[in-house]
């Protein structure tokens, strides 16, 4: 049943938000990432092969830990957006932003009208008749949260136009595309990469839309709030995981010889 977007409360006032992304799809593992204190995790539906069925499990999952659900979808696709909503996201991330069209589309297909057209639907996320569907629409206008990717050159350029028009709630950059964008694939710390990446942070502050920041390190997290950030995905599981493996064995190892 529709919840309380805390993750926008705390935008809206003064606290940090801080999230992960996940792409293996395990409801235990989005259980693990909520109880381990996390405020939000997007969960991946863009890279990763999730079907469904799967989907709504893990959203499920993050809500019974009190985590926010939110979701990347695949690029240009308003039926993923409607599905994932559906199924209780609170929250969609929007790949590869480039232009304000894209940002109206999504919206478009992520809230009711007036502020979109997105398909009038009972089921789950009203708790099958719990909510008066006519609060329904309000409340859930009120707690989606449209989320645009910035990770092209193009996005960056037409940032200004992207967020003029309204309706987006945070800006995710994307580093690792946007390197590529540039012509320096996965050199994220390159410096048209780090001028781009201020430059967002700058357009995004400019309009008093939150910008959701990516570190790497501990560093970057660091500078990234005494810019005044104050929200960010800490990287992904996968990566999280692999790393902690290969610590623990090289420990091991080293102990042994």
């Known amino acids: ?7 926008k409360q705390r935008l809206a006032g003064t606290g940090e938000s801080h999230g992960l992304f996940c792409s293996i799809p395990s409801p235990v593992l ?10 939000f995790v997007v969960l991946d539906s863009e890279h990763a092969l999730v079907d469904p069925q799967q989907l709504e499990n893990l959203i499920r999952a993050a809500e019974a830990v009190d ?36 940002v109206d589309a999504a919206i478009r297909a992520a809230r009711y ?15 099958f008749g ?27 350029e037409q940032l200004p136009s992207i967020l003029d028009g309204g309706g987006v709630d945070l800006v995710l950059e994307g580093a690792a595309d946007l390197s590529q964008s ?11 990469v780090r001028d781009a990446l ?17 570190p790497r390190s501990p560093e970057d997290h660091r500078e990234w709030r005494a810019a005044g950030v104050r929200a960010f995905v800490l990287g992904e599981e996968r990566g999280l995981a692999a790393r902690a493996l290969r610590a623990h064995l090289d420990l091991h190892r080293e102990n042994h010889e």
């Open 198 to 214: 201020a430059r967002v942070h700058a357009e995004c502050r400019a309009r008093d839309v939150p910008f959701c920041a990516l």
């Open 30 to 39: 989005v259980e693990m990432i909520g109880c381990a204190g996390y405020d």
């Open 113 to 127: 009208a007036p502020e979109g057209m997105r398909s009038l639907n009972g089921g789950r996320v009203p708790g």
């Open 182 to 192: 540039y012509g320096v694939p996965w050199q994220t710390r390159h410096p048209r």
């Open 67 to 102: 985590l926010v659900p939110f979701v990347r979808v695949p690029e240009s696709d308003p039926g993923a957006i409607l599905r994932v909503l559906d199924a209780g996201a609170l929250g969609v991330v929007v790949p590869h932003v480039r232009c304000r069209a894209d």
């Open 130 to 156: 719990r909510i008066e569907l006519t609060e329904y629409v309000r409340r859930a206008n009120a707690e989606t949260m449209v989320i645009a990717m910035i990770e092209d050159a193009e996005g960056v």
């Open 1 to 7: 049943m529709l919840r309380t977007n805390t993750v």
